[in-house]
């Protein structure tokens, strides 16, 4: 072999080299360890928007429509009487329907009347109010309680909390697995929101068994604990691994 075909090889596993070594430390550099972190905070809810329907039964669909109208608006004016402003409740649609009950006697359904239903909505601020609302909507013409939903007037600040937790949960879960593999903890690669959730507690009584009262008369405001409302978020982490003689 000549000389310059040796001079030749040479440069070529010279230069084989040169490249193989930055590429295996590049591999190693992209080593990483990807986990998931969760966090939950609670907070007591400041909000409620009670759901009550108003059904009202008559011969005519007309009569039972008329009759409607008017126990919605002394339940709406029983709802003003505690300062809630007009802005804060509302009417939704009515629904008017023929009432049918089963004759034995001739063996077929009849129909018997009409039933008018309509759902009314109050978002209520002020949650020391809400026993005596409801007390005092049933007493005015609603005769169904459908669902109190406690809610949170600012919500960012629990989010926000909800994902530092969930990212400090995040990033020890990833310092206990690249410790125990003989690794460290690099620098973050990408993070990930994956989920994030109200849970919302309901009251331990519903419908119209909510607005029963004491011996004394009274509401009974333990009926209507609203509970904690817990906030949770979840993350997906990458984070880079330094191993060997990066460490």
């Not at 998931?36 to 007309?62: H, W, Y």
Request: glycine share 4%; aromatic share 6%; hydrophobic share 40%.
């Amino acid at each position: 072999m000549s000389c310059h075909v040796r001079s030749f090889w040479l440069v070529v596993f010279a230069a084989f080299f040169a490249v193989a070594g930055p590429v295996a430390a590049q591999d190693d550099d992209r080593s990483t360890v990807s986990v998931s972190g969760e966090g939950t905070v609670t907070a007591q809810p400041d909000q409620a928007v009670v759901r009550f329907g108003v059904v009202t039964r008559a011969a005519t669909a007309e009569q039972a429509r008329s009759q409607n109208a008017s126990s919605a608006k002394d339940a709406l004016n029983a709802v003003r009487a505690l300062d809630v402003p007009d802005e804060k409740m509302r009417m939704e649609r009515l629904r008017l329907q023929p009432r049918y009950e089963y004759n034995d006697e001739k063996n077929q359904r009849e129909r018997v009347g009409y039933e008018a239903t309509r759902q009314v909505v109050v978002e209520l601020d002020r949650l020391e109010l809400l026993p005596q609302l409801v007390a005092d909507i049933v007493n005015s013409g609603a005769n169904r309680v459908d669902n109190i939903d406690y809610q949170l007037s600012d919500r960012t600040q629990f989010r926000n909390e909800a994902l530092r937790e969930a990212a400090r949960a995040a990033r020890e879960k990833a310092r206990l697995l690249s410790e125990t593999l003989d690794a460290r903890l690099g620098a973050v690669r990408t993070i990930n929101e994956q989920s994030f959730d109200f849970v919302r507690p309901q009251p331990r009584v519903a419908r119209m068994e909510m607005a029963k009262t004491t011996s004394t008369g009274q509401e009974e405001p333990e009926a209507y604990a609203a509970g904690e409302i817990e906030v949770s978020a979840q993350v997906q982490v990458t984070f880079g691994l330094l191993t060997g003689s990066d460490r």
